[in-house]
């Protein structure tokens, strides 16, 4: 295993290194925080000279927010200065302009609207369309002489775009848009942060919280009865996270055989299917290839950013007691690649201070080694949690029995036992379960942002709190302590 040194700093969203969508309930607005430095970094600027070298690009810094008022403005660094070879340098006025709105007819789509595996609408209860409030990760991406915006919206069932844009006197505008084609991977959810790889793709990241199997399978002490009626609610009427990620995939599949006493698996759906990290790529005619990348681990994964050699995938977990973790790929990946392989690991902290956010040694764990299509393989086997472990709740002194790993993850304690020869499966599909299960670090809470600074060789990650699983033996029940940082809520 190698060593590193990591530095833990808490961020809160408005300066977080990779910054969230904003989202509007007001106007549904489609923005990032960063996309005016993005598009210029993209496509230019009107004005400058051919001729010259670019050498350097500065952008004014901006004050953190001082009130909450300033923290509703979309707000972007007024100026850009640009240096050239010959050291003279160019300034250019910065400013925040609405692209586009949920809900906008855009071409011959409607950018937003909710969509089923066969692209046709998803309506409400009302018989009216569904247009999502929730755009939360975008990435630009120019192929073939075009450029196009992929957005992907954090719903059950998940949702992206791709809006075709034309570039005028230095401006972007929206000319066509229409919903990713994903139902050869059986839709997707919850798509949260994103980032976008130097070949020109989007990866996002399917932040499933609710979709743990422990309360899919009927032999687990943490079985969770839902109605199955398109409600969201278990089956006493009640509001269920779960129950809702069930609902909203059943929605999307057409899907009217999940069997709740299976593992809630279904024709089309099954559990496992969702917590990964998925790539969309678009192609100059304005199609797209996508892949579920399966050898990422399932988890909640916030982000996955690649690192320049083209093989290292760093992936956030957000969330309460969550882990940190890394897929290192056999080859290089510098295009477009349906079927990743490569080994998956988790992180394993030891602190060295709890001081300034925290500092810590870090070594890593290696869970397994797979192809995107075995692990795939795996889903369509359409298993249940006691397939892979037995489980079961500690008893009233906090205990396990003889045989069974007391685990801390997804914010409850678990005991395990592996199943004979369910390694690979644990490490793909029960990822969080098995890093803790080998001892990884699984403490850490709401991972938010992924950046690399190619400069100095650092791997930035965000947190917008630190507490709960962060803290020193939260509520006197954890098991490992790895982390044991003063609370700090930003």
Known sequence: ??????????????????????????????????????????????????????????????SISADNAQKKEMRVSPKLTMTYGDKSTQDFPLSYKV????????????????????????????GSQDISDG?????????????FLITHMEERPGELYNTELTVANGALKAVNTHPVDLKAMGGTIINCASSRTAYGSHLGG????????????????????????????????KKNYFCSYVDGMAKYLHDTKIDKYNGYNGEFFTPYNYGYIVEVQPQADGTTKSAKHYVTGKYTPELAKMMPDDKTVYMSDDGTFKG???????????SFVPDWEGTLYAAKLTQTSDQNGGAFTMNWIALGHAKDSEVKGMVEAKPKLTDIFDIAKPDENGSCAEGFTKILEDSKAECLKLRPGKEKEAAFLETRKYAAYKGATIEFRKEEGLTYDVDSNVLYIAMSQIKKSMEDNYKGKEITNDIRLPKNVC
């Open 1 to 62: 295993m190698d060593e590193n040194v990591i530095i833990l700093y808490p961020f809160c969203f408005q300066i977080l290194l990779y910054s969230k969508c904003t989202k509007s309930k007001g106007t549904n607005m489609l923005v990032k925080k960063a996309f005016s430095i993005v598009a210029i970094a993209a496509l230019g600027i009107g004005g400058v000279s051919g001729a010259k070298t670019v050498t350097a690009l500065r952008f004014e810094p901006i």
């Open 99 to 126: 692209l586009a709105k949920m809900g906008d007819r855009i071409g011959q789509g409607i950018l937003g609207r909710m969509t089923d595996q066969d692209g046709k609408p998803i309506l409400k209860a009302d």
């Open 135 to 147: 755009p939360d990760g975008n990435s630009l991406i120019s192929t073939g002489g075009k450029t």
């Open 206 to 237: 399917e932040e499933d919280y609710s979709l743990n199997t422990r309360y899919a399978d009927k032999n687990s002490p943490f079985y969770t009865d839902c109605a199955l009626d398109g409600s969201g609610n278990g089956a006493k009427g």
């Open 324 to 334: 940190l973790w890394k897929f290192v790929s056999d080859k290089r990946i510098d």
